[in-house]
């Protein structure tokens, strides 16, 4: 099983839903981050907590909010969902301050599309 | 200007040759320079950490040139298995975050 699991992995919505995208980890890590990966973007911060609780802003968080409801579980929400939201969104962890080791979990992703 | 800039490519490459690409970044206070790789439909790893003198992990070699501020990484005796997207990853602006390219993609053709 893979340590870092997002739910679902595939979904098709509508413009104006409400979508939560939920990740779950077994690595024990504090650090949990939602990353959105576009074409010719690459992958850009949303938002990111470092323990329950505790939740920050990334690049593009408009439009989106997150839960920390346990070390393991940290999950987004499109509150209303836009078609320019469609892409693919990562879920990762991290043991430490990544900006020394550099080393991101991922999970296997989520493809959204929003029609 | 964006943080880090990738050529995207792809870059063709045939199997046993070498290949090798860069990628430039815009916060001249970045300490920590890695390359992650990501398979087709696949989720990022990390490859390597870039330091200062250089580092070479088998077929793998990454450089730092902070005066032109870019980093490159060199694949000898490219295999099939090395077809991917390579992403450039640097301290972003910001604490605790992470810049990353849009990605060189390698195919390795037989």
């Known amino acids: 099983d893979a340590d870092v699991t997002q739910t679902p992995r595939n979904r098709i919505t509508k413009t104006g839903k409400r979508i939560m995208l939920e990740c779950s980890q077994t690595k024990g890590h504090d650090r949990m981050y939602w990353y959105r990966q576009d074409p010719g973007l690459g992958l850009r911060l949303i938002y990111y907590?470092?323990?329950?609780?505790?939740?920050n802003k990334g690049e593009i968080s408009d439009g989106y909010s997150v839960s920390r409801q346990a070390q393991a579980k940290f999950s987004l929400s499109l509150e209303s969902a836009i078609p320019n939201q469609t892409a693919l969104y990562f879920c990762a962890t991290s043991d430490v301050d990544i900006s020394n080791t550099g080393e991101l979990f991922f999970g296997e992703g989520s493809r959204l599309t929003v029609l | 200007r964006k943080e880090v800039e990738q050529d995207p490519g792809p870059f063709n490459v045939p199997e046993g040759a070498t290949v090798a690409f860069n990628c430039t970044y815009s916060n001249s206070a970045s300490q920590s320079f890695f390359w992650y790789r990501q398979d087709c439909r696949k989720e990022p790893k990390l490859l390597m950490s870039?330091?200062?003198s250089g580092n070479e992990d088998g077929r793998f070699t990454a450089q730092l040139n902070r005066a032109s501020q870019y980093i490159s990484l060199l694949i000898r005796d490219s295999k099939l298995s090395d077809s991917a997207t390579y992403l450039c990853v640097t301290q972003g602006r910001g604490n605790n975050r992470l810049a990353f390219g849009k990605g060189n993609q390698v195919v390795v053709i037989p």
């Open positions: 907590s470092f323990d329950v609780k505790d939740i």
């Open positions: 870039v330091y200062s």
